[in-house]
């Protein structure tokens, strides 16, 4: 079982940055590869990015793409997730999640494991 426990989130002005980690444990990190959602108010969850188990590939939603940074640490067994050039859409509950495979994925439904989320409020 693995828990995974997001931290970083906050309020920003549009334009700011944050960046979000996300502390494993329970498991072997470098087992899965992990990904970053977030859920805007009143809308579905949505994929951001992605990292293989190996952090040797990345991929971004369109969104975010060229603005967010996933990285990831198998040492400190954690990920991070970069956010520059913040929007007020960015406004979301970010959740990090693992799948037990060697990339990610942009589906939630394929990740084994999810962390409670950190609240990203942008404002503009």
């Known amino acids: 079982q693995v828990q995974l426990v997001e931290s970083g989130g906050g309020f920003v002005q549009a334009g700011g940055s944050l960046r979000l980690s996300c502390a494993a444990s329970g498991g072997t990190f470098s087992s899965y590869a992990m990904g970053w959602f977030r859920q805007p108010p009143g809308k579905e969850r949505e994929f951001v990015s992605t990292i293989s188990r190996g952090g040797s590939t990345q991929y971004y939603g369109d969104s975010v793409k060229g603005r967010f940074t996933i990285s990831r640490d198998n040492a400190k067994n954690t990920v991070f997730l970069q956010m520059n050039s913040l929007k007020p859409e960015d406004t979301a509950v970010y959740y990090c999640?693992?799948?037990?495979?060697?990339?990610?994925?942009?589906?939630?439904?394929?990740?084994?494991?999810w962390g409670q989320g950190t609240q990203v409020t942008v404002s503009s």
């Open positions: 999640a693992a799948r037990r495979s060697m990339v990610g994925s942009v589906y939630s439904h394929e990740y084994n494991y």
